[in-house]
């Protein structure tokens, strides 16, 4: 089944405590997305990777990190989080980032930093 | 200033009841509108991409709309079932493409 995968699915912390959060995806797409979504925000990206080995920033990329050493792997780093990095976090792959985008969405990542 | 502006915030249907729901946006360059459905606790789900101005594109009581300003998406005959956040995102822009999200329209169809 084609699919994005994240983990953990709830995640509770507290400031400054590094943490990693998986997403991967099986559909041997180039391209993969971080995305949160906050209340009267709507979906805002933080960093995304065209490729292997490469990865830009998106819209909110303070605090946050990313690597893409495989096609599948993306993972979100937050090196010292933060209560305001509270939020829901959903990963997106698609086959390419062009005309003719159609991003397959993770379920999601519910983080409460304390 | 890029935007994309989605009503209303919530609709509330009777099932059967036929209603359409708004995406405005204001950008340079559209390559792209997308609509998206979400479900509460999971990731939004594809529906519909429309890449110029007359386009439309169906799927089941779902028909999506494109103008040079909005974008509509029409529920015929709604049923239960398809109550969740309807998302639409812009793709626009030339050699940097962004994508910007609205902020949804919460749809409660109603037995």
């Known amino acids: 089944e084609a699919q994005v995968t994240q983990n953990p699915r709830y995640l509770i912390t507290v400031t400054g405590k590094k943490l990693t959060v998986t997403c991967s995806q099986n559909?041997?797409?180039?391209?993969m997305s971080w995305y949160r979504q906050d209340p009267g925000l709507g979906l805002r990206q933080i960093y995304y990777s065209m490729n292997v080995e490469v990865t830009d920033k998106g819209d909110v990329p303070e605090g946050y990190k990313v690597s893409r050493k495989e096609k599948r792997n993306f993972p979100l780093i937050l090196e010292s989080p933060s209560p305001n990095q509270t939020s829901l976090y959903f990963c997106?792959?698609?086959?390419?980032?062009?005309?003719?985008?159609?991003?397959?969405f993770g379920p999601g990542t519910r983080l409460l930093v304390l | 200033e890029d935007q994309v502006t989605q009503s209303p915030e919530a609709l509330r249907l009777q099932e059967g009841e036929s209603s359409s729901l708004n995406c405005s946006y204001t950008?340079?360059?559209?390559?792209?509108l997308f609509w998206y459905r979400q479900d509460p606790g999971k990731g939004p789900e594809f529906l519909f991409t429309l890449y110029s101005a007359g386009e439309e594109k169906e799927k089941e009581r779902l028909k999506a709309t494109l103008t040079k300003k909005e974008s509509f998406l029409h529920i015929t005959a709604p049923k239960p079932e398809d109550s969740a956040t309807y998302l639409c995102a812009v793709l626009y822009g030339g050699a940097t493409n962004k994508l910007i999200f609205g902020t949804g329209t919460l749809l409660a169809v109603q037995p």
């Open positions: 559909m041997n797409h180039e391209y």
């Open positions: 950008v340079s360059g559209l390559r792209g």
């Open positions: 997106a792959s698609s086959f390419e980032r062009g005309y003719q985008e159609t991003q397959y």
